[in-house]
């Protein structure tokens, strides 16, 4: 896969990962007002439908349905973990939340490498590398911020200081 062209799934992947920091970032606003437990429910119930009408629409022929694996799918992998996310958002900025899921790729890559023996080709080690590097361009702002933060409270100390040695001096 790593030769091919870019394709139709391509864009689809740039949709989804355009869509999902919109969800990722209005997840960060709602996560503060309401609890999560119910926004998580709230989130499923869609998830829900919307799943059940594509499968209705596919009808695959099945010869059995794997039920616990449906169930634990649902719940943990599904449920479980969107309510993880909305604990997490709520004391999470959405940026750092988003640099979070941007690492998903990466890894899945490592994690590949070290079960699976997969071994990443230009291309993949191409999209690793571009990647990490917009996750750590992503943090520069953040930390410059804080940077000037701390200089000023710095600074804001050090002419407090100034300030009540003249006074004592007088």
Same mark, same amino acid.
């Given at each position: 896969?790593?030769?091919?062209?870019?394709?139709? &799934?391509?864009?689809?992947?740039?949709?989804?990962?355009?869509?999902?920091?919109?969800?990722?970032?209005?997840? *960060? =606003?709602?996560?503060?007002?309401?609890?999560?437990?119910?926004?998580?429910?709230?989130?499923? @119930?869609?998830?829900?439908?919307?799943?059940? !009408?594509?499968?209705?629409? %596919?009808?695959?022929?099945?010869?059995?349905? +794997? $039920?616990?694996?449906?169930?634990?799918?649902?719940?943990? #992998?599904?449920? *479980?973990?969107?309510?993880? %996310?909305?604990? *997490?958002?709520?004391? =999470?900025?959405?940026?750092?939340?988003?640099?979070?899921?941007?690492?998903?790729?990466?890894?899945?890559?490592?994690? &590949?490498? !070290?079960?699976?023996?997969?071994?990443? &080709?230009? $291309?993949?080690?191409?999209?690793? &590398?571009? !990647?990490?590097?917009? #996750?750590?361009?992503? %943090? @520069? +702002?953040?930390?410059?911020?804080?940077? *000037?933060?701390?200089?000023?409270?710095? #600074?804001?100390?050090? %002419?407090? /200081?100034?300030?009540? /040695?003249?006074?004592? /001096?007088?």
């Amino acid at each position: 896969y790593d030769r091919d062209r870019p394709n139709r &799934g391509d864009a689809w992947t740039m949709v989804t990962a355009v869509t999902y920091a919109i969800y990722i970032i209005r997840l *960060g =606003v709602v996560a503060r007002e309401y609890r999560a437990l119910p926004l998580a429910v709230v989130q499923m @119930i869609p998830v829900t439908i919307l799943s059940a !009408i594509w499968v209705g629409a %596919q009808r695959p022929h099945i010869p059995y349905w +794997p $039920w616990w694996t449906l169930v634990y799918l649902g719940l943990f #992998t599904t449920a *479980g973990t969107t309510w993880l %996310q909305t604990i *997490g958002q709520k004391t =999470v900025a959405a940026p750092q939340a988003a640099m979070i899921f941007t690492l998903e790729p990466v890894f899945a890559a490592v994690f &590949g490498f !070290i079960f699976m023996r997969e071994v990443l &080709g230009q $291309w993949g080690m191409f999209g690793a &590398g571009m !990647i990490l590097a917009a #996750t750590v361009m992503s %943090q @520069i +702002p953040d930390l410059l911020a804080k940077a *000037g933060e701390r200089k000023t409270a710095a #600074t804001d100390e050090n %002419q407090m /200081n100034t300030d009540q /040695n003249l006074k004592m /001096n007088r």
